[in-house]
């Protein structure tokens, strides 16, 4: 496994990106500058967890309907977060279907 320009390997660098969301998401895309695999994981913790996080927020706000709606977010939520962590450990660059497409195109923009 590669190293990063923070000193983490480059499995451990992509499970701590999705470990708290999309906060963890955020401070490796500040400080891991070179490891492109870190930092497609951390955009992508920053997309997926950061869309959970705005829907679970806004479907709250619709009476009834939004709070089943919001019931199913969470366990949604958690298996993502659970596959995604996996995924990064087992030093696998998984891309989910939009979010991944969209991470990697983000990552091209701020190259």
Known sequence: MKKSSTGLQENVG??????VGFISGIVLL???KENET?????MQ???VFGALFVL???INFI???????????GPVALVLWLLLMFKAYQGE?????????????QLRKMH
């Open 14 to 19: 992509g499970l701590l990106a999705y470990l």
């Open 30 to 32: 500040i400080v891991e």
């Open 38 to 42: 870190i930092r497609f994981h951390a």
């Open 45 to 47: 913790s920053v997309i």
């Open 56 to 58: 679970s927020i806004v």
């Open 63 to 73: 009476p009834v309907i939004g709070f089943i709606i919001s019931l199913l977010i």
């Open 93 to 105: 660059r998984y891309h989910l279907p939009m979010a991944g497409k969209m991470a990697k195109d």
